[in-house]
């Protein structure tokens, strides 16, 4: 098993609001949001039901919806909303600096 480590990803101000960003961070694509809370979240860019890129979903509070089709995806704790059923990887973020880092 691999250690956990930081790895930085992008500058904050370069991170839109609301809007996710794909990073590909050892072969894993990650999606990345800023949202409207400031917090910023780092979930699997695959969404459970079709493979969906989530980076290109809506943001709404904590949540994503799925681009293809608007499955509703904590990006807290990665689980699908019912009645759909499912989870995805969650990944710890920090902002130190004016940069975000991501815990791969």
Known sequence: ???????????????????????????KSIALFRLSSGDVRAVSNVCPHKNGPLAEGVVSGEYVFCALHNWKISLVTGEVQKPDDGCIQTYETEVKDGYVYITV
């Open 1 to 27: 098993m691999q250690t956990p480590k930081k790895v930085k990803v992008i500058e904050l101000e370069h991170l839109p609001m609301q809007i996710g960003q794909e990073v590909n961070i050892e072969g």
